[in-house]
């Protein structure tokens, strides 16, 4: 396939296409009568409030007790109620209960217990003489108790270890309850009363004052939001909260500690050499003050991706030592409007304060574009921001001591107002770096790489046109993947060279299968492209021939373009034709070797291209004479550095009828020259493709060989 890039473009190369929870389970009552807790009463008897027991020496005051007396009556899990009902309850045994007690716990440490101690009335001065006195009984206490009839009613804690009994006096006593199978059924037969609680008053008091202080706690906390929403306080230092939507997110550095020089940036010699002044200047600002000089108020870094803007950027912090603000320009662009000029205000708040400083502001169009563009006007949050970026910069207060240096791929589309003198009073253009230059930048990007003898830098960068500095620092990187994969100790050129061409035309397929029918078509296609290349006067060199599959070619031929043509951007009118010769070299080795029956669509790019460069000589370049030298077509439009859209139709039909002739004579004359080139070195074509088939990867030294072997001439018009 033919997958070379258009006439203006640096480098090309031709090819052969190819949850629920569980139920509470209920209490379990063995009488008849009503529970035993009530919440009918809330009066505090007095022999509660006057009990003198010493377990209430623990508290403050009695009111205190009355007041979680009472809460425990209220609350949900409300603890156990004082019954005083005078009812006798029935004398009809209840049914059985199976409750296996357990092992006897400490008195303080059951919450059960603690709170019959709390519930338990003093002792009656007038009392069965019979009965144990005070608030607690032992175990045989109890039992002898109830088996002389003495107990009415008995309540088991949740667990069974702990019960309280109402004697037939009134009287409320707690008994520590060992593992006994046979209590239970004790109980039953001496009509004893059993019920077991539920519920644990610690509980209820903590959620009585969960619930009450909730409320309070969601009040505040939404005063709390707004107050941070509305630029009140925030993080350390007083911003920096995750609410302070109008403070700056911009990153400061009092000490720039970048790690960056002007020594390790490496291919932009010119904008280092205009970035040095302002760092100069803030270094040494007598120079130029005492001949009147004014730094410049802001520095706009344009160029394609990858070449370096940011890089320079902090280069320049890391060089001036100067206090240093960093964002990006998507910061300031917020949903709530009146935001992104907030942030903008504040950022240049904070630089004043610490001037002389830098201020960068990275791809700076995302809010500098054009206001007004657009049939719907533009964005009122955008518009607002931009105009407070160019009040700030250069307003009514003036901007003294803050140097803005800005980043964009995309200066078309900035604001006239944002460009003009005294905003950003210079454009530093960062392009694509030379031969020389991309050789500095691989050594850059050597450092710490063990590389072999055999790697030359030199010939790296002249097959590298038109690489950007973050192409060659992935270029690098690469190669020292490939180099660990195959369990190496250095780079050699091998790997450099595997790694760009799966930069360029993708991944190889290994386990790609090519018979041997498609393996010949594909070397005599490759070995096409490389013969017209190689004997068209003034054409680029053949670099590499390859037929192993790479990405969507089933093979591939590199060609080193010429430095001093890229550099220039001059395209003569014989280059472009011997470019669209070299590309229809590929389809017309198939048709004269396996005939025009058996030609492959492997050729699809390459028609594609010959048409681009066509159309392009006829309405672009004045190389017709029919059309004359008139640029037709409408020029496309350059939205993004390096690209272009495709032109619009201003014509009328008849004009387009003569292009159209004009493109196909353009294309049958390179048809033509190519195809008299492989049918007079048709031998040289045969030794070609044969040594493709054999080793599957020629160099290009190894290919002039053939041509000198075989005393080929170059094509003369």
Request: hydrophobic share 40%.
């Amino acid at each position: 396939m033919n997958s070379a890039t258009k006439p203006l473009l640096s480098s090309h190369f031709f090819g052969f296409n190819l949850l629920s929870s569980p139920p509470t389970p209920k209490t379990i009552k063995a009488s008849s009568r009503l529970p035993f807790f009530s919440r009918r009463r809330t009066q505090i008897p007095k022999s509660f409030l006057n009990s003198k027991h010493p377990i209430f020496d623990s508290f403050p005051s009695q009111a205190t007790l009355a007041a979680l007396f009472f809460t425990s009556l209220t609350t949900p899990q409300a603890a156990f109620a004082l019954d005083n009902d005078n009812v006798p309850p029935p004398r009809t045994p209840p049914p059985v209960i199976e409750i296996q007690p357990t092992n006897p716990i400490p008195l303080s440490s059951s919450p059960f217990a603690q709170n019959l101690l709390l519930t338990a009335p003093k002792p009656q001065s007038q009392s069965t003489p019979d009965l144990p006195e005070g608030n607690q009984w032992r175990y045989s206490e109890f039992l002898n108790a109830v088996k002389r009839g003495k107990v009415e009613k008995v309540r088991f804690s949740k667990d069974g270890s702990a019960l309280q009994l109402t004697a037939v006096d009134g009287r409320r006593a707690i008994v520590i309850v060992p593992k006994d199978p046979d209590l239970i059924d004790i109980l039953a037969m001496n009509g004893v009363d059993i019920s077991v609680y539920e519920g644990e008053s610690g509980n209820g008091l903590l959620n009585f004052i969960g619930n009450l202080l909730f409320p309070f706690l969601a009040l505040g906390s939404l005063y709390f939001l707004f107050r941070r929403a509305q630029g009140g306080p925030g993080g350390p230092g007083g911003f920096g909260g995750p609410m302070d939507f109008g403070r700056s997110k911009s990153k400061f550095q009092e000490v720039p500690e970048t790690g960056v020089t002007f020594a390790d940036v490496a291919g932009a010699d010119q904008a280092k050499l205009e970035l040095h002044e302002v760092v100069d200047f803030l270094k040494n600002p007598d120079n130029y003050t005492a001949l009147g000089a004014k730094i410049p108020k802001g520095c706009l870094l344009v160029g394609p991706p990858g070449t370096g803007k940011t890089l320079l950027a902090r280069a320049v912090a890391g060089e001036a030592g100067v206090p240093f603000f960093s964002c990006v320009a998507s910061e300031f662009v917020e949903l709530f409007v009146g935001v992104g000029a907030s942030r903008v205000r504040d950022l240049f708040e904070k630089a004043k304060s610490k001037a002389p400083c830098i201020v960068f502001i990275d791809e700076i169009d995302a809010v500098g574009r054009q206001r007004g563009a657009g049939l719907g006007g533009g964005n009122d949050e955008r518009e607002q921001t931009i105009n407070q970026l160019l009040t700030e910069m250069d307003g009514f207060s003036g901007n003294s001591g803050v140097i803005v240096l800005a980043a964009t791929n995309r200066p078309d589309v900035l604001d006239a107002a944002l460009l003009r003198p005294g905003r950003f009073d210079r454009q530093v253009t960062v392009d694509r770096p030379d031969v020389a230059g991309r050789v500095k930048i691989l050594q850059v990007h050597s450092r710490g790489k063990a590389l072999g003898k055999d790697v030359d830098f030199e010939k790296i960068a002249r097959r590298t046109p038109g690489f950007t500095g973050a192409d060659l620092q992935n270029l690098m990187n690469e190669a020292a993947i490939i180099a660990a994969r195959r369990d190496l100790k250095e780079i050699s050129k091998d790997e450099i060279s595997g790694a760009l061409e799966r930069i360029i035309a993708g991944p190889e397929k290994k386990n790609a299968v090519v018979s041997d029918v498609k393996k010949r078509l594909v070397a005599y296609h490759e070995a096409g492209h490389a013969l017209v290349g190689a004997l068209m006067p003034e054409y680029d060199p053949v670099a590499k021939i390859s037929i192993i599959p790479r990405g969507q070619a089933g093979g591939l031929t590199f060609f080193a373009p010429s430095e001093e043509r890229l550099e220039s951007g001059l395209y003569s009118r014989s280059y472009l034709e011997n470019q669209m010769a070299v590309a229809l070299g590929g389809r017309i080795a198939e048709e004269v070797i396996f005939g025009e029956e058996n030609v492959t669509t492997g050729a699809s790019n390459d028609f594609m291209q010959v048409s681009s460069v066509a159309r392009q000589m006829v309405e672009r370049f004045g190389f017709s004479k029919k059309i004359g030298q008139v640029a037709i077509g409408g020029g496309g439009g350059n939205p993004f550095l390096g690209q272009q859209m495709s032109s619009q139709k201003d014509y009328s039909m008849a004009t387009a009828d003569v292009v159209d002739s004009e493109v196909r004579e353009l294309v049958e004359r390179a048809y033509s020259r190519a195809k008299l080139i492989i049918t007079t070195h048709i031998d040289i074509l045969h030794k070609l493709a044969q040594l493709l088939m054999e080793k599957e990867t020629v160099d290009g030294e190894e290919f002039m060989s053939l041509f000198i072997d075989g005393k080929a001439e170059l094509y003369i018009a």
